[in-house]
C-alpha cells in the first residue's frame, strides 16, 4: 500500500465521471464535474459555470456525513478570474486536516453568484472515500456490513457471525444496543489499514469511528482468531460511542475498554493470570490513574485492560445493565465521570475502588491524605514613587483562530492562516519607575546633605 501511494497512476488516482448535473437561472449555470481522489491524501471538487453577466462569485459548500453538535457546513472560495465563464476547482488536503475513515460518505454543492445579482445552488451530491485499489466485496446481516478484498466469501461470513454474535452478548449482558446501521472495513493487514488512514498511531490494529459508524481493521485469513475478538471489541467501541455521543467529557478509558473486553468474553489465560498476580501482591493500579489513558509500558498497559474487564465485571454482576446504561446517559447528557458514576451509583469513584476491591477480596485502597501547603505571610511593600505610565495603552495582539480541521464533531473546513504577533512593546512602565526612584534617591541625598551641614554650624 505504501508503494502503491507514490504511483498514483496505477491505482490510487481516480475521477468520478458521473452524468452531469446542472443548475440553472437566470442565464446563471452550474454544471458539475464531479470529483478526483488521490486516497487518503486529497479530493478535489470541479464545477463548470456560465452566464451571460460576469460571475463575482464561486463558493464550495461541503461536509461529511456523520453525527456531529450542530449543523455545520464548511465553505471553500476557490480562485478564479472573473469572466462569463469559469472552470472552478479546490482541492480538500487531508494530508493538512487529517482523513476521513475509509467509507466516509463526503458531500458537496457549488453555489455561484454573477453581477446581475444572479445566484445559483447546486443539488448536494456525495461520494464515497475508499481506497479503489482494493477490490472490496461485501456482506451483510443485523445492522452490520462487513466490506472485505482479502480471503474468501467463509473467512468474511466467519467474521461476520463472530461480529453478530459478540453484538448480542453485549446487549444481552449489559443492556449497550447499537443505535445506527454500522460499516466495517477489514484490510488484508494492519499495515494496509495505517496506510489507508493518516496520523493514526503505528501499532494501531484497528480503530473505531463513533461519528462514522464505521470501524476499520487490519485481519488476514491466518489470524481469525485474533481477529474474532478484535472484531467484537472494536465493534463495542463504537456503539459505546454511539449511546455517550455529546460534546463533553469523554468516557472514562476503564469504562470504555473494560466493556470492550467484556464483550469479547473475558480474559486470556496470560492476563487472567498476571492480573490474579496483580490482586495477590497489591499492585493494582488506582481507578483514577486509567481513566485519561493508559500507560505506555506493556506490563501496565495489560493491567489496565485486565483490571477495566475487572470493574466491568464488577459494576455488572453486582448492579446490573440498568445502572450502567444509566452511567452511559450520564456521561452522554454532560456530567463528568465522578458525576456520573455518582448519580448511577451512589458513590464516586474512590467509593468505587473501595467496594471493587472488596468484591476481589483484594487489599484495601490505600488513602493518601492530602499535603498541607505552606502560604507564606504577606509582605507589605510600599514603592519609593508611584508613577503612572504615559502614551496610549497598547492593545492586545489580535490572534487569527483558524477554522478547525476534520475532527469527529465537526465538519471539515478550511483553514485560515495565523496573523502574524506583533513585536513586544518597550516596559515604558518599569523605565519610568526606575526614573521616579532615581530621582526620588538624589532628592533625599540632597536633603540629607543640607541638614548635616545645618548640624556642623
Given at each position: 500500500?505504501?508503494?502503491l ?13 458521473a452524468?452531469?448535473r ?12 464531479g ?6 491524501d486529497?479530493?478535489?471538487f ?8 460576469p ?50 460518505t ?25 481506497d ?10 443485523d ?19 463472530a ?32 496506510d ?29 482468531d ?18 455517550t455521543?455529546?460534546?463533553g ?21 496470560r492476563?487472567?493470570?498476571?492480573f490474579?498476580d ?41 448492579y ?5 446504561l ?5 456521561l ?26 472488596a ?37 492586545p ?23 502574524p504577533?506583533?513585536?513586544p512593546?518597550?516596559r515604558?512602565d ?10 526620588a ?9 543640607l541638614?548635616?551641614v545645618?548640624?556642623?554650624?
Amino acid at each position: 500500500m505504501a508503494y502503491l501511494r507514490t504511483i498514483p497512476m496505477l491505482a490510487l488516482l481516480l475521477l468520478l465521471l458521473a452524468p452531469a448535473r446542472v443548475a440553472a437561472q437566470g442565464g446563471l449555470t452550474v454544471t458539475d464535474r464531479g470529483v478526483f481522489v488521490v486516497f487518503p491524501d486529497r479530493i478535489s471538487f470541479n464545477a463548470h459555470i456560465v452566464s451571460s453577466s460576469p460571475i463575482t462569485q464561486v463558493v464550495l459548500e461541503y461536509g461529511v456525513d456523520k453525527r456531529t453538535c450542530g449543523d455545520v457546513t464548511a465553505r471553500a472560495f476557490p480562485d478564479f478570474t472573473s469572466g462569463t465563464t469559469v472552470e472552478a476547482s479546490w482541492t480538500w488536503e487531508m494530508l493538512s486536516t487529517g482523513s476521513e475513515p475509509p467509507g466516509a460518505t463526503i458531500w458537496y454543492r457549488w453555489r455561484a453568484t454573477d453581477s446581475a445579482g444572479n445566484t445559483v445552488v447546486s443539488d448536494d451530491q456525495r461520494v464515497t472515500w475508499i481506497d479503489t485499489s482494493y477490490d472490496w466485496h461485501q456482506i451483510s446481516g443485523d445492522g452490520l456490513t462487513l466490506h472485505w478484498y482479502s480471503g474468501d466469501s467463509a473467512f468474511a461470513e466467519d467474521l461476520l457471525a463472530a461480529a453478530t454474535d459478540g453484538i448480542a452478548r453485549l446487549a444481552k449482558l449489559t443492556g449497550v444496543r447499537p443505535q445506527s446501521p454500522i460499516d466495517l472495513y477489514i484490510y488484508g493487514t494492519s499495515q494496509q489499514m495505517q496506510d489507508a488512514i493518516l496520523y493514526e498511531p503505528s501499532w494501531a490494529g484497528g480503530v473505531a469511528y463513533p461519528a462514522n459508524n464505521i470501524t476499520i481493521i487490519g485481519i488476514g485469513p491466518a489470524y481469525l482468531d485474533w481477529g474474532r475478538r478484535t472484531v467484537v471489541h472494536e465493534l463495542t467501541h463504537l456503539i459505546v460511542g454511539q449511546i455517550t455521543f455529546s460534546c463533553g467529557e469523554n468516557v472514562p478509558t476503564w469504562l470504555d475498554e473494560g466493556i470492550a473486553v467484556y464483550a469479547e468474553g473475558g480474559l486470556d489465560p496470560r492476563s487472567q493470570f498476571f492480573f490474579d498476580d496483580a490482586v495477590a501482591t497489591n499492585s493494582l493500579l488506582s481507578v483514577r490513574s486509567i481513566s485519561n489513558g493508559f500507560s505506555q509500558h506493556p506490563d501496565l498497559a495489560d493491567l489496565a485492560y485486565s483490571q477495566s474487564y475487572s470493574m466491568v465485571s464488577y459494576l455488572v454482576q453486582t448492579y446490573g445493565p440498568n445502572k450502567l446504561l444509566a452511567l452511559f446517559g450520564n456521561l452522554r447528557d454532560g456530567m463528568t465521570v465522578e458525576e456520573g458514576v455518582t448519580a448511577a451509583y451512589g458513590f464516586d469513584l474512590g467509593g468505587l475502588e473501595d467496594r471493587w476491591r472488596a468484591w476481589l477480596k483484594a487489599a484495601p485502597r490505600v488513602k493518601i491524605a492530602p499535603t498541607p501547603t505552606a502560604v507564606p505571610s504577606p509582605i507589605p511593600t510600599i514603592p519609593i514613587m508611584a508613577v503612572a505610565p504615559t502614551g496610549p495603552a497598547i492593545p492586545p495582539t489580535p490572534t487569527s483562530v483558524p477554522t478547525l480541521a476534520p475532527t469527529p464533531t465537526d465538519a471539515p473546513v478550511a483553514q485560515a492562516e495565523p496573523a502574524p504577533a506583533a513585536a513586544p512593546a518597550p516596559r515604558r512602565d518599569i523605565t519610568l519607575q526606575l526614573a521616579g526612584a532615581s530621582l526620588a534617591f538624589l532628592v533625599g541625598l540632597a536633603l540629607s546633605g543640607l541638614a548635616l551641614v545645618k548640624l556642623l554650624r
